[in-house]
């Protein structure tokens, strides 16, 4: 099993410019997550999805939007790029909300210049 | 005040020797709480979950949980150099994770 697949691993935008980072999964998940995580911090919750077509707001959603068209992908939209958003964005899957940890994919580290 | 709180660290401990890591929590309303090992330039990994309150081991890792205190704890014990990492302390309060700011461990030879 691939597990949480995530790409792209390294981006750099430019001040403006919008990207879509991509977060798979293939356990058959119903809930997924987009967390980020900026130097020598915890992570922080972006956005999260109990079923596909379900998503809501994390605790720092501004800046970022999400889609759960299908259970497996659940991708990040990042519109007009800010040097704020620098960060590493972690996508996560768990079987249930309460009683299972997480599994993270491998990661996207973005730099806004 | 944060919801999930640990020190940051570095806790160097000798090779051999036990690390203890602390963190609490705000949420009284919480079940569910994790332990994770984060490398450096890699994801989160689970360690351990524990749920009720008391002590639960698996191998060299003993996790604790005490909700009237609100505080949950993770014993390493044996530290080796590849536990040199940094350690998150997750909370579920409802159906998402709250991360602490981690723990940065360093287990010297």
């Known amino acids: 099993n691939a597990g949480v697949t995530q790409t792209p691993k390294f981006r750099i935008l430019k001040i403006g410019q919008s990207m879509t980072l991509q977060c798979a999964q293939d356990?058959?998940?119903?809930?997924m997550y987009w967390y980020r995580q900026d130097p020598g911090m915890g992570l922080k919750l972006i956005y999260y999805?109990?079923?596909?077509?379900?998503?809501d707001k994390g605790e720092v959603p501004n800046g970022y939007n999400v889609s759960r068209s299908t259970t497996e992908d659940f991708p990040l939209r990042l519109e007009l790029a800010a040097p704020s958003q620098t960060s590493v964005y972690f996508c996560?899957?768990?079987?249930?909300?309460?009683?299972?940890?997480?599994?993270f994919g491998s990661g996207t580290r973005l730099t806004v210049v | 005040q944060k919801e999930v709180e640990q020190n940051s660290g570095p806790l160097s401990v000798p090779e051999g020797a036990i690390a203890s890591l602390n963190c609490t929590y705000s949420?009284?309303?919480?079940?569910?709480f994790f332990w994770y090992r984060q490398y450096s330039g890699k994801s989160p990994e689970l360690i351990m979950s524990?749920?009720?309150?008391g002590d639960k081991e698996d191998g060299r890792f003993t996790a604790q949980l005490n909700k009237a205190s609100q505080y949950v704890s993770l014993l390493i014990r044996d530290s080796q150099p590849s536990d040199s990492a940094t350690y998150l302390c997750?909370?579920?309060?409802?159906?998402?994770?709250?991360f602490g700011g981690g723990t940065r461990v360093l287990v010297k030879p």
């Open positions: 997750a909370v579920n309060p409802g159906n998402k994770l709250t």
């Open positions: 356990m058959n998940h119903n809930y």
């Open positions: 949420d009284r309303g919480s079940q569910s």
């Open positions: 999805s109990v079923g596909a077509g379900i998503t």
């Open positions: 524990i749920y009720s309150n």
């Open positions: 996560a899957s768990s079987y249930t909300d309460r009683d299972y940890g997480y599994t």
